[in-house]
């Protein structure tokens, strides 16, 4: 990570490096690959990276106690305003199954943390509270089926829970074409939609810019948001738009 500042002088602005970074893991950590960055209501980042994508050098110091670096970090790991570690926790556990390649992560009102994973069986996406304790699994690591089973998702890329609803909308994602909502205290379904409100497909979709819009979303389906006057953003990155639906999918 690099923090860059404009230097305050009467020529043109310059950039330069802040002095504060960048900043040294602890405990000889590295990160991976980054899958999901969020900012909660602490002004705190939350990193959800991927251990499973460093190689056999860049973690050597697993196999070679003299080496001081490298050591892959734990999947989730939460940060202060000036870059320190507050917490870091994730991987495998108790009750859950967790994803082959992690992806998105977001912390709700209620401080619940949720992740996903966009792996070739990653069917689901987990809850955990602050301190990384298991709450929920919705879905299931297995064998992908289709955007029309509401007991498993597809590869799911990002998720968003409404503080008004306490609704867990999900983009749903490298391999379904949907967003499905759920519980955020149960799991249980609620409904989902396709682009332009209509039911999902699994349609295998070209983007094509000379084309007229395609009627379904495209994979991924990646990220998703809601605003303050409520209405769903959705990232349908296959087809190189964004589309807004109220929360009922219209």
Known sequence: LAMIRPALTAEAPKF???PLWPKTLPNSWIFGQIGGVFVDAQDHVWVNQRPGTLD???KRASTAPNVRC?????????????GNVVQAWGGPGQGYQWPANEHGIFVDHNNFVWVAGNGMTDGMVLKFTRAGKFVLQIGRSAAMTSSADTTQLGRP???VVDP???ELFV???YFNHRVIVFDAATGAFKRMWGAYGKPPTDDKLTYD???APAQQFNNPVHGIRITKDGMVVVADRGNNRIQVFRKDGT
């Open 70 to 82: 490298c050591k892959p970090a734990p999947p989730v790991v939460e940060l202060d305003q000036d």
């Open 157 to 159: 890329a990002d998720m």
């Open 171 to 173: 983009a749903d994602g």
């Open 16 to 18: 330069q490096v802040d």
């Open 56 to 58: 056999a050098r860049e």
């Open 164 to 166: 008004v609803t306490n």
């Open 209 to 211: 810019p000379k084309a």
